[in-house]
């Protein structure tokens, strides 16, 4: 399966009884592993969970901390991007050329590079001590 059909596949499975707004997500690590992961909503807000962090808990979790590989999906009438907590978390495990690919269900879709999506990153390099 595609990394489009996994994202599309586990959105469907998304817990989204508060905005009804399902996203799916499914990241390839560098070993060539798909990982998916879906929005878990919580009536309180600030605790729900994103998809792209699902797919890098699941990712984790696996033993994996590269990815080379990104497709993000929901029912939006632009291609839906990474929140900009959940373009750090990708941030933290890919380098900048990594393509994301974000995605709408009539399947538009937009590819930025991580570094598109988070210049002037805060990276591991800011935390090197001399």
């Known amino acids: 399966m595609t990394l489009q059909n996994i994202a599309l596949a586990v959105r469907e499975n998304a817990y989204a009884p508060y905005s009804h707004f399902k996203v799916g997500a499914a990241i390839r690590s560098e070993n060539g592993t798909v990982f998916a992961g879906c929005n878990v909503e919580n009536v309180a807000y600030p605790e729900g969970t994103c998809a792209e962090a699902g797919a890098i808990a699941a990712m984790v979790a696996a033993g994996e901390c590269r990815l080379t590989e990104v497709y993000v999906v929901a029912d939006s009438p632009i291609p839906v991007s990474p929140c900009g907590g959940c373009r750090q978390k990708l941030a933290e ?20 590079t991580l570094a598109e999506l988070m210049p002037g990153a805060f990276g591991d390099h800011h935390m090197e001590t001399s």
Request: aromatic share 4%.
């Open 93 to 112: 495990f890919g380098t900048g050329d990594v393509v994301v690919t974000m995605a709408n269900l009539k399947g538009v879709e937009t590819k930025m």
